[in-house]
Every structure is written in structure tokens, then in C-alpha cells.
């Protein structure tokens, strides 16, 4: 049985500000860390046989926080990166809808496969991660393993444990403060199959 434990990280001052952002590297706020440690306390009777985490400060900052390890003991995937929001990164929508009014009814319109500018689509996203998280099944199959990511990213993870649509990534949320665990109980791992198109910039 291969146990994985899924954590968003913390708040940060983007967060708060309630803005698009994905590849822009800030740190945690104060209430980003207290939450981390929360999630600490939540799981510290936990052996993680792996940490897993994205390469960007607000994800490595939640992962030592919540564990007491230190980055050299982490496993880090690049892949495992939020969406990048391009030429959208730090602002909120409606400065979106004012002053990229075309690409904001683009994206309206196919929000799966409309590639933003000097970012990327949610297929060549959610496809990445897709590809990444199938890698850590093979890698850690039986193991207890603890991911640290972006509530895209996890959300992705989500629909592809439970075999949903694409489409259902809307109806879920990662919480800060919080952890989701699900349990894979098969004697073989096999290659978990999303629904996303393939899509590239």
C-alpha cells in the first residue's frame, strides 16, 4: 500500500493579495509559517520514507517547517512547479479582464488549451504533472510519502488518484494549514491516465 500525504504550502503575501501567480518566487508570511507548523504538528508521528517538493521558496520554506528537515533531504521536481501565468503573473482578475481583455476571452473560452502568453496551457500543466506524479508512484510504490506542492499541482494529483475528469479540477481545493492522505492499495502500480490533452506552447 502506497500512502501519500498531500500538503498545500503556506500563505504568502501574494496569497493574501489574491492575485494570479505560479512561477513568481516569494517566501512564506508569518501566518504562512504558523500554518505550516500546524500541519508539523498534525503529522509528526508520521515516517515519510520521501519529502517531495516543488524547487520554489514557498514550498521548500513549508516543507522544513512542517518536517524540521532540511532542503539536502528533499526530493525536488521541477515538474511539480504551479502553472505559469505568464504575462497574468501577480495580477488579480480584474486587472486581467482591463488590460488583456483578448486573452482573458481567449482563456474564457479554452481555458484547457489557450497557451498564455510567455506562460503555458493547462494541458501542457496539468500533463507535466501527470507524467511527474506517475514517475513517483513507480519510484515509491509501498511507500509513505509526503508532498509538499501548489494547490494546482495537487489538485492535478487529486483528480488523477481518484480517476476524474479534467473538468472536476474546479470542484477541489487544498487548504493551507490542512493535509489530504489517500492510500493507492494495489499490488501494481500502473500508470495512472488523466483525461488532459496534449498541448504545448
Not at 504538528?41 to 517538493?53: C, H
Not at 470542484?171 to 488532459?196: A, E, M, P, R, V
Amino acid at each position: 500500500m502506497t500512502n501519500i500525504y498531500l500538503v498545500r504550502h503556506g500563505e504568502t503575501e501574494l496569497n493574501k493579495k489574491k492575485v494570479y501567480y505560479g512561477w513568481t518566487d516569494v517566501p512564506l508570511t508569518l501566518e504562512g509559517e504558523a500554518e505550516c507548523k500546524v500541519v508539523g504538528e498534525k503529522l509528526k508521528d508520521i515516517y515519510f520514507q520521501a519529502v517531495i517538493t516543488s524547487p520554489l521558496i514557498r514550498t521548500i520554506s513549508s516543507s522544513e517547517i512542517i518536517t524540521g528537515l532540511n532542503k539536502d533531504e528533499f526530493k525536488i521536481y521541477e515538474e511539480l512547479k504551479e502553472i505559469n501565468f505568464g504575462i497574468w503573473e501577480k495580477l488579480h482578475y480584474t486587472e486581467i479582464e482591463k488590460a488583456y481583455r483578448e486573452e482573458w476571452l481567449k482563456w474564457s473560452k479554452d481555458w484547457q488549451g489557450y497557451c498564455l502568453p510567455e506562460g503555458e496551457s493547462f494541458n501542457s500543466f496539468y500533463n507535466r504533472v501527470k507524467l511527474c506524479f506517475n514517475n513517483i508512484l513507480e519510484k515509491y510504490k509501498g511507500k509513505t510519502i509526503l508532498i509538499v506542492g501548489h494547490q494546482g499541482a495537487l489538485k492535478i494529483i487529486a483528480t488523477l488518484i481518484l480517476n476524474l475528469k479534467v473538468e472536476d479540477f474546479w470542484t477541489l481545493t487544498f487548504q493551507s494549514g490542512s493535509y489530504s492522505h489517500f492510500q493507492i492499495d494495489k499490488g501494481d502500480i500502473g500508470t495512472l491516465q488523466g483525461q488532459g490533452k496534449d498541448n504545448t506552447c
